[in-house]
């Protein structure tokens, strides 16, 4: 059985090989619980086995797969009650910078979120699923640019890592895009009007109900096997 092409990007080799896998991870190639072989992937990347292993240490420590003594590498896979944590995690974490933000956001921060936002929803309309995990974290980011809150973003940031795989899956199952389009949309509003309490309220409820609506997509996918 021949296998696809995966172009490396010009970047160490032990960062391009991590970069690839882990959009296969994302994309869904790869399914949690699914061994990862140090052997087969290095003669499909036609490079030793060491660039491999030091993508393995990069993709654990994001939280993606899960090295076990004398078993290997396995896709990390999260249980329903443990994606909701993560995202009430975001939802805390993220009104806070949303409060520390609002006040101090420019014009240029705002144009930058609207940049953002049009380039998200181009990609929900093109079906350009490889874009939509890093456009909506960059469209969030850019409305908490402004608070300067640099280990609380780099915390959310290995969050949306680890859950969109899933939130991909979902947009999928579901494709819930005018939702979001539209809450993103308000949400932008909002920031604009330096409406806190409206917007923080929005973000909170954006947030919580996407993580309820995901754990919902996957526990009726669980059931239909």
Known sequence: MSHPSHRLQRMSLPE????????????????????????????????????????????????LIITKVHKGAFVASIPPEQIMELFELRAMLETDMLRHSLPALTEEHLLVAEAKLQELDHAYKQNEITRWGALNWEFHKSIYAAANR????????????????????????????????????????????????????????????????????????????
Request: net charge negative; with cysteine.
């Open 16 to 63: 391009a090989v991590a970069a690839s896998l882990r959009e296969r991870i994302l994309n869904g190639e790869f399914e949690p619980g699914e061994a990862l072989v140090q052997e087969a992937l290095a003669a499909e990347y036609e490079c030793s086995r060491m660039p491999v292993r030091e993508a393995f240490r990069q993709l654990e420590a994001e939280g």
């Open 150 to 225: 640099v280990q609380s973003l780099a915390i959310v940031a290995g969050i949306n890592v680890q859950i969109e795989r899933y939130i991909r899956l979902q947009l999928l199952l579901n494709q819930t895009f005018s939702t979001a389009e539209a809450e993103h949309r308000e949400l932008l509003e909002l920031c604009r009007a330096r409406d806190e309490k409206a917007a923080v309220l929005l973000l909170e409820r954006h947030i919580i109900n996407a993580g309820r609506e995901l754990v919902a997509s996957l526990q009726a996918k669980k059931a239909t096997k």
